[in-house]
């Protein structure tokens, strides 16, 4: 309430008088800092797998599991990429690497933020994929394959997507017309072909304790 | 552990027996359920100015004080976007309406996350603003307009970018040699040439308060 402002200080964080122990000290606001105040550290939880294989299903169970737990976490999934960042892009090969790079930079995001932020797309070339892992350190990207057959997958067809893939109305599709890269050693292998849903989140949620980033697995 | 696993049941949740009250019954997340259980909703602070005007300095700032009363908040700024997300990017017209629009639709992955998201870009031009702004529900994209002076960010010309625009280095520099379209109505205009930035962060601080965002302006 001085009668003349000092000149401003933008830049740096030099204040003036006595008024130096203020609240927001800190310009940067780091990944540890905020790790340590939500408890947890975070990580990229990454499903990929055939379409219909359950990745979607199991990304929100493994999210709604986390968020009962008290985790910051968040599903990226065709519902709100497809039709946002990446409604632009089509299904040409350079737009499927296109897709993959900028999920994997938006998880990215997410990661610095202190959100575990699981993502559940196709994802079906190993380049695309060893891409968005190569964008971040060691330990913080969870390959998680949902290894489900595609006969399995092609009997559920639950958005009816395998018969129009068959009926040759769909053009280059995972399984059919385009080929699934299984990862070779994923994090995790998840058999969500056989198993039901309550395992597989299970096997998830052993697998995030014991790399430290929930506390228990129940 | 019964002996043979029933029919797994992704797409639905029935589960077996009496295994019914399990953590993971939700399987989708929403943005109410995030702000109750952070206490705070979310929001997207979109920090629009010129170059030098303080954008990305008083975004952090807030960030900082934001984290300090346990808000989840993070800054989308240069430094993290232009690099990663966006690095496919030139300065074309379509190449910056194109990274104002990925900026406005990873805001809103946040928004929806439960996440203050602060962003500090010049975002010289209404109709890109407006497209992000129309992206969102009214009330949850506050624009900030970082009102410094042409001649004050030029004499401060942290970056020395203004320098180089007048000696022709620097082709269609906002306030140079492109425009800056101020906003018209922005939900809070700072004087961020004459105040300091202790002021301006109090300014959004009380700003956010009345919003309800955060409990109290101090």
Chains 1, 2 share one sequence.
Not at 86 to 113: M, P, Q, T, W, Y
Request: with cysteine; net charge negative; glycine share 10%.
């Amino acid at each position: 309430m001085s009668a003349s402002p000092a000149k401003p200080t933008y830049g740096d964080l030099t204040t003036q008088g006595a008024s130096t122990n203020i609240a927001w000290h800190h310009t940067s606001v780091d990944r540890a800092a905020r790790a340590g105040q939500r408890g947890h550290r975070s990580a990229i939880l990454w499903f990929t797998g055939l379409s219909g294989s359950g990745k979607s299903t199991l990304a929100n169970a493994v999210n709604a599991a986390l968020f009962e737990k008290g985790l910051a976490c968040y599903v990226l999934d065709g519902d709100n990429i497809r039709h946002g960042l990446c409604k632009d892009l089509g299904f040409s090969d350079a737009d499927r690497e296109e897709n993959i790079r900028r999920i994997g930079e938006v998880s990215k995001l997410f990661l610095d933020a202190g959100v575990v932020v699981l993502t559940a797309f196709v994802s079906p070339f190993k380049a695309d994929r060893d891409r968005a892992r190569a964008l971040v350190d060691g330990g913080d990207f969870i390959e998680i394959h949902c290894a489900a057959d595609l006969a399995v997958c092609e009997e559920r067809d639950t958005k009816g997507l395998y018969a129009k893939a068959r009926a040759g109305e769909i053009k280059e599709f995972t399984g059919i017309s385009s080929p699934y890269e299984a990862p070779e050693a994923p994090e995790l292998r998840v058999d969500t072909g056989n198993q039901t849903l309550e395992q597989s989140v299970e096997q998830v949620l052993v697998y995030l304790s014991a790399q430290g980033i929930i506390a228990q697995a129940n």
